[in-house]
């Protein structure tokens, strides 16, 4: 007895010494359970706007990147090169957000830090490059109001990708750095983010802050453009006379307001409700309701990657020509397709025709035979004459 109970009392020793000394290696996966806080119901919603945001978000942000790369005059101008760069984040955010998300949260899949966080910087990536494009567009706009004469000397083609470039690598390295290093010091203990296991309430700060800075950056150039529009509208009503340039400036200051404010009204929407619980996340100590709230809530950030090319991209008129012309050649192609697959055999079956009569004719022994006698007969009248 005393062998059984020293025995078994070395067990629960064990257990508790391999629990304890690695709890990133089975802790952690026990304890990712407080984040998976969706319902059946709950999934099922959440699970309905992934499987559906992100396929036509993938498809639309495809074509649009496609129409860009095989048109010359397109990818040579830096406009579209920066909403090129916006359809790529998307595409990358239609990817990744949503196999991470679901995985997570409908497949409730448990992964060990370095995992979770590899697929969380993807993430990051996505919408962070999203913004960022996004920012660049409307400084591009700006320039081009502002400095309408010198535009094209201010923003070549090479400043624009060197933008990106620059763009890209901030990106890949702030939404990283939870990977390399910046992560939660005690694991899934409460210090950390409620909202994403590993994370850190200092790296949650600072990112957040940095995505808020390039949304007032985005508001405050899209304000301008509309200050300067009304600038221009103002002078031209003061040369011409009320009667004659008041229909047109209404015209012109309604259609900028109305494109503006759907932008911005789009992009705030999507953005501030997940925002705002990123900052409640660092201040108090969330719900598990709030949590759901928050779970919803970066769904909209999906919606906003699929509602970013009908914007920015098919608003344009050059880019819906194009995207026609490109349409247009493959139809064709398949036409050609289809009428060389038409001729093909009827070619193929008058060859077959053809060679057969060549081969029932060679194989007709009687008439070979027959054209053979008459050559024959022929060469023996012509003896006969030359011997008379």
């Given amino acids: 007895m005393e062998e059984w109970d020293a025995g078994s009392s070395l067990v629960p020793v064990e257990v508790k010494d391999i629990t304890t000394s690695s709890p ?55 406009s579209y090169i920066f ?87 901030a990106t890949i390295f702030i939404s990283f750095l939870p990977l ?45 453009i509309l200050w300067k529009a009304h600038r221009h509208e103002s002078a031209m009503h003061s040369l ?4 004659a340039t008041g229909q047109a400036r209404m015209r012109m200051d309604i259609r900028l307001a109305r494109t503006f404010g759907l932008i911005l009204l789009i992009l705030v929407g999507c953005w501030l409700p997940a925002l705002s619980f990123m900052l409640a996340d660092v201040a108090v100590l969330l719900s598990r309701s709030q949590q759901r709230a928050f779970a919803f809530c970066s769904t909209l950030c999906l919606v906003n990657s699929a509602i970013n090319p009908l914007l920015y991209a098919l608003r344009c008129r050059e ?32 060859e077959d025709n053809n060679f057969t009569v060549f081969t029932t004719e060679d194989k007709t022994p009687g008439a070979r035979t027959t054209r053979l006698n008459s050559i024959s007969e022929m060469v023996n009248h012509q003896k006969l004459n030359v011997s008379k």
């Fill in 24 to 78: 990133t290696a089975n802790g952690s996966c026990v304890n990712l359970e407080r984040y998976m806080i969706l319902s059946d119901a709950e999934k099922t919603a959440i699970g309905s706007i992934c499987f559906l945001a992100g396929p036509f978000t993938l498809l639309e942000n495809a074509l649009v990147l496609g129409v860009i790369a095989t048109t010359v005059t397109l990818r040579q101008r830096p």
């Fill in 83 to 169: 909403i090129g760069s916006l359809a790529l984040a998307d595409v990358f955010a239609s990817c990744f957000f949503t196999t991470s998300f679901l995985d997570f949260h409908l497949f409730r899949r448990r992964d060990g830090p370095t995992a979770y966080l590899f697929k969380l910087g993807g993430v990051t990536v996505a919408f962070t490059s999203s913004v960022g494009s996004l920012l660049l567009t409307a400084l591009d706009r700006y320039l081009c109001i502002h400095q309408a004469s010198s535009y094209k000397v201010l923003l070549t083609r090479r400043r624009a990708l060197l933008s990106l470039l620059a763009l890209w690598s």
């Fill in 180 to 224: 390399m290093g910046w992560r939660c010091p005690t694991g899934l203990a409460p210090p950390c983010s409620r909202l994403f296991p590993y994370i850190s309430q200092g790296y949650l700060t600072c990112w957040t802050s940095f995505i808020l800075v390039l949304l007032a950056l985005i508001l405050v150039a899209y304000a301008l």
């Fill in 240 to 243: 011409q006379g009320a009667a």
């Fill in 319 to 350: 880019l819906r020509v194009a995207l026609q012309r490109l349409l247009q050649r493959v139809c064709d192609i398949g036409r050609c397709k289809k009428s060389t697959q038409d001729i093909t055999p009827a070619l193929a079956s008058a």
